[in-house]
């Protein structure tokens, strides 16, 4: 097996039979095991889990591109029960991994069609790549569409203060785009933790609530949106943007979705990535609120179905 010790840090792949052989890169690291003590199988989902993760994390060196020293690896401290339990516990995460990947599936599928939807709301109106945007301008809007920038539609856009903070490896979560995951969650699986002094430092402009949008502006996972439903202390690192919607004009849920639809990560290039900017430049097409709850009534209905599959 291999795991990567630059950059994305433990990402693990099983070496197929065609590559037997082959070198690699400094970036990644080769496991060899003894199959008399350890269940590969086994080993590959510890490797994937948040115990090991939080270990990568502690460990990890550099700000820019965090990496892992060979002995970090060779130091990571793995629960090892017998070869049989290991094998048992492997089946069970393999039939567990197989329901999420479907499942994963059935919310892309979803998603598509939650896209259709919107387009038939608003027409040429949502359509960027058909005409420019022209703010304030009622020209093929729906009736009771009316165009909203961002900033007119939300208490604030906020992000952090720009410096990183180091892990810990027990601390308040500290989410990144990485964790803004396909499924559309946000996801504190394997998430970095920060001290509670930084936590405190850092939070200063903006604490993420139940409620608020987190959105991607920098980085390979630019431009996704994932609704806030949890009530413990986190916080996002300047790579996202904390996003809070006025809820007398705009509900969360459906903001979550024009976002993640609508403002792509195209469209995010081209303009600057500030928080202002974005704030600023976003215009939305938007209906009054009964409307919108009629989106995100058929939005839970496409993910009831997502869910039956």
């Keep these: 097996m291999l795991i990567t010790i630059v950059g994305t840090l433990g990402r ?11 070198n690699i890169t400094q970036s990644s690291a080769r496991l060899r095991l003894d199959s008399s003590f350890a269940c590969r199988r ?3 989902h510890f490797l994937n889990s948040p115990l090991a993760v939080r270990q990568y994390n502690w460990h990890r060196l550099g700000t820019g591109v965090p990496r892992l020293n060979i002995h970090h690896v060779w130091d990571l401290q793995i629960p090892l029960p017998s070869l049989s339990e290991q094998k048992r516990i492997a089946g069970i995460l393999d039939q567990a991994d197989g329901l999420r990947r479907k499942r994963q599936q059935a919310l892309c599928d979803a998603t598509d069609l939650i896209q259709s939807l919107l387009f038939d709301f608003t027409g040429q109106a949502i359509n960027a790549a058909v005409r420019p ?3 304030n301008t009622s020209k093929y809007l729906p009736h009771d569409f009316v165009w909203r920038r961002l900033d007119e539609i939300t208490l604030s856009v906020q992000d952090i203060d720009h410096n990183m903070p180091k892990s810990v490896l027990d601390g308040v979560p500290f989410i990144s785009a990485k964790d803004l995951t396909d499924d559309g969650e946000l996801s504190f699986a394997d998430v970095k933790r920060i001290s509670r002094d930084d936590y405190l430092r850092l939070s200063r402009k903006v604490k993420p609530q139940r409620g608020d949008v987190i959105y991607s502006r920098i980085g390979a996972r630019l431009g996704k949106a994932r609704l806030v439903n949890v009530d413990f202390e986190f916080l996002a690192s300047y790579s996202c943007c904390t996003i809070r919607p006025n809820t007398r004009l705009i509900d969360p849920v459906f903001l979550t979705i024009y976002l993640q639809q609508w403002c792509s990560s195209a469209r995010l290039r081209r303009n600057v990535r ?3 900017s974005i704030a600023h430049h976003f215009a939305l097409p938007t209906p009054h609120l009964p409307a919108q709850s009629l989106v995100m009534q058929n939005q839970e209905q496409l993910h009831g179905l997502a869910d039956l599959r």
Excluded: N, W
């Design 274 to 276: 500030t928080c202002v």
């Design 133 to 135: 945007l022209i703010h």
């Design 42 to 44: 086994f080993l590959k």
């Design 12 to 22: 693990i792949a099983e070496v197929p039979p065609e590559l037997e052989g082959a």
